[in-house]
């Protein structure tokens, strides 16, 4: 069977870069319980992505979300330098923002402490943390009560003139 060879990760100039191109992953490796390759690591997250439109398909994601999740600890215990692990962390929490239960919102600010504690000051854990407070931000779609004349608060209504 032929087989096909992998891109190189990075190309080096210097012995600097070569010793930091060194802590990569091949992409070849597997990690975790899924057995994922970076590579694998990061089309799993791009196809949850791509199949969360709805909120039962993103619910439905949070097993496989969690597996995954166990391949990068795996991938980063090995590689903690692999610049690729910042990346795809980040990409690991928008995939559990986009899963509308807590479950999902406490995984996603997991992976943002993991980030802080292991990759702080990258573009990707400020990339993360924006996305997060946006996520969080955005209220509940709910009905909002009509207001009655009864709930308009004190000060407002001795301001209104008298008829």
């Given amino acids: 069977m032929p087989t096909v060879s992998l891109p190189a990760r990075a190309a080096t100039s210097s012995p600097s870069q070569a010793s930091s191109a060194s802590a990569s992953a091949p992409l070849d490796e597997y990690f975790g319980r899924m057995q994922l390759s970076p590579i694998g690591i990061g089309n799993e997250l791009h196809l949850i992505a791509s199949r969360s439109q709805s909120a039962s398909d993103a619910r439905n994601s949070l097993p496989l979300l969690t597996l995954i999740e166990n391949s990068m600890h795996d991938w980063e215990h090995k590689y903690p330098h692999d610049d690729w692990i ?70 407002e209504a001795s301001e209104s003139p008298t008829p």
């Avoid at 962390?89 to 919102?105: K, N, Q, S």
């Avoid at 504690?117 to 573009?123: F, H, I, K, Q, V």
């Avoid at 854990?125 to 004190?154: I, K, W, Y």
């Fill in 86 to 155: 910042p990346k795809n962390l980040a990409r690991l929490e928008h995939d559990y923002l986009l899963v509308p239960t807590l479950g999902g919102r406490i995984h996603a600010m997991r992976v943002i402490q993991w980030m802080r504690s292991d990759y702080p000051g990258t573009p990707a854990l400020d990339r993360a943390q924006r996305e997060a407070e946006r996520a969080m931000g955005l209220p509940t779609p709910t009905p909002e009560p009509e207001a009655s004349a009864s709930a308009v608060p004190e000060t």
